[in-house]
Structure formats: C-alpha cells, structure tokens
C-alpha cells in the first residue's frame, strides 16, 4: 500500500504539477492540443506494446514451467492479469476525461474544474506510461533471474 501511495504521489508531484504549471503559464495550448489529438492513439500503440510484453512475459514463465514440470509461477500469472487489467481500465477512464473535458474556450465552466481535468488527465497518461515501465522492468529482472538459475 505503501508502494502505491509513493507512486502516486511521484508522479503527481514530479509530472502532473509541473506540466499543469508550465501549460498554465506557458499558455501555448499544447498539452490540451496533445491530450485532444495524441493521447488515445499513442495510449493504444502502449496498450499493443503492453500487450505483447506481457504475452512475451507469460511465455518466458510457461517455458521455464515445462522445464521445472511444476506451476511455480500461479501467483504471478494472477498479478499478470491483474494489470493488464488496471491498464485497461486506465485506458477508460483516460477516455472518459476526455469527452468530459469541455471544448476549449467554454466559459461556462469554471477554471478550477479545468485544470483539474487536465491534472487528472495528464495524472492517467502518466500513470499509463509508468504501467508500462513496470511490466518492462520486472519482465528483464525476471528473465535475469531465470537465466542464472537455468545456468
């Protein structure tokens, strides 16, 4: 639990409130720009990414079953799932702050509820990406250990 507070605050603290500030004051219209035009097309190339690695991944741990001829890996397979499952509901829930996101210039919106949006919408795209990286990271750790057990 621990763990997951310190994620969240990370990237809260070192890219939702940084970026939100210099699109604040930058004024440039870039990160609704991007959010409205990029975000959901490269989330989908990171969620086919994220796919593959974690089929990659199952199939490093079916291999090294066969060879142990023992399930030794249940749990993991679980955790497995359990976040390609979190990705997609990240995936969603980016997708529903953005159609909640009013069309720039509405001024019947106050300005509170915008930038919280964008706080929120930048906080799953960053959250997506780290998804990413975590898989990435324990997928590499873990070949490394099969490896020199193996060996």
């Not at 940084?18 to 991007?34: A, E, R, W």
Request: glycine letters at 2%; aromatic letters at 12%.
């Amino acid at each position: 639990m621990i763990k997951i507070l310190h994620i969240i605050a990370s990237i809260i603290v070192f890219t939702v409130l940084p970026t939100i500030v210099l699109d604040h004051y930058s004024k440039s219209g870039f990160l609704d720009k991007f959010m409205v035009e990029q975000s959901l097309s490269l989330m989908g190339t990171i969620l086919a990414i994220y796919i593959a690695a974690a089929s990659s991944f199952i199939a490093i741990l079916a291999t090294h079953e066969d060879r142990q001829e023992k399930n030794i890996f249940d749990k993991t397979t679980k955790e497995l799932k359990k976040s390609i499952i979190f990705v997609f509901v990240v995936f969603i829930l980016h997708f529903f702050l953005l159609v909640a996101t009013p069309a720039v210039g509405d001024s019947s919106i106050s300005k509170e509820v915008i930038i919280l949006l964008k706080g929120l919408k930048t906080f799953t795209f960053m959250l997506y990406i780290y998804a990413l990286f975590e898989l990435s990271s324990e997928l590499f750790t873990l070949k490394n250990k099969l490896d020199k057990k193996t060996k």
